[in-house]
């Protein structure tokens, strides 16, 4: 079945330091992925996505993004993290090969710490 | 603010109603997609619309319909309402259909079923 995974509910982090937002899915062919942040009571934000080309995929607010196919795994990345990172982080896959859905991770509530 | 209008922000109605949330995309997309947002399943892709017409369907139940009218609103009924139902209803609008550019999200309908 596809399926994305974000395997940690939540990651803590010291402002200033690097964070990694996982994420892994099983979905066939060569599909669209995409991250997208949440903040309270607010709709979601688009950060960055893969459709093709270079593997690292640069973003918004400094985020990054690195497509590993043969790990089938697409982890947020950012050098610096912010105190204003703090949200929940989805990671999402659209299945291109026929069904055209899109599929997200239960989501990563994102904490850095001052 | 996305450009992504959703109305009603809020709803509470009861079991066995139903209801119609509307969603105005931002002005020059022509593609309409609806997410549901609840704490037992995450967030579940729903359904899009291209320009009128049905372009991917997701987890959407049968007591559940929407369409996008020429003037590119959309809106999703919910009919039959079960207290699972209780969600955040999230509309989201893109320039063209397949999937490579950025969806931009309203801030939500919160349905509540009592």
């Known amino acids: 079945a596809q399926s994305v995974a974000q395997p940690e509910d939540q990651v803590n982090v010291a402002e200033g330091n690097p964070l990694t937002v996982k994420c892994t899915y099983s979905v066939s062919g060569n599909p669209y992925l995409f991250w997208y942040v949440q903040y309270p009571n607010r709709g979601l934000q688009f950060l960055l996505k893969?459709?093709?080309?270079?593997?690292l995929v640069k973003g918004s607010y400094g985020f990054e993004a690195e497509f590993n196919k043969s790990q089938t795994s697409f982890h947020l990345k950012k050098p610096s993290a912010l105190v204003s990172d703090s949200a929940l982080y989805f990671c999402a896959v659209r299945d291109m090969t026929g069904t055209y859905k899109y599929i997200f991770g239960t989501g990563t509530r994102l904490k850095v710490l001052a | 603010d996305s450009g992504v209008t959703q109305t009603p922000k809020h709803l509470i109605t009861a079991t066995g109603q139903r209801v119609t949330l509307r969603c105005s995309p931002r002005?020059?997309?022509?593609?309409v997609y609806w997410y549901q947002q609840s704490l037992d399943q995450g967030l579940q892709f729903l359904i899009q619309?291209?320009?009128?017409?049905?372009?991917a369907k997701g987890n959407i139940l049968e007591r559940f319909s929407a369409q996008q009218f020429p003037d590119l609103h959309s809106e999703l009924n919910l009919s039959s309402l079960e207290l699972g139902d209780s969600a955040l209803y999230f509309c989201?609008?893109?320039?063209?259909?397949?999937?490579?550019?950025?969806?931009?999200f309203g801030a939500g309908t919160r349905l509540s079923v009592l």
């Open positions: 989201a609008s893109s320039v063209d259909g397949g999937g490579k550019n950025i969806q931009y």
């Open positions: 619309y291209y320009n009128g017409e049905e372009r």
């Open positions: 893969y459709i093709t080309g270079d593997n």
């Open positions: 002005s020059g997309d022509l593609s």
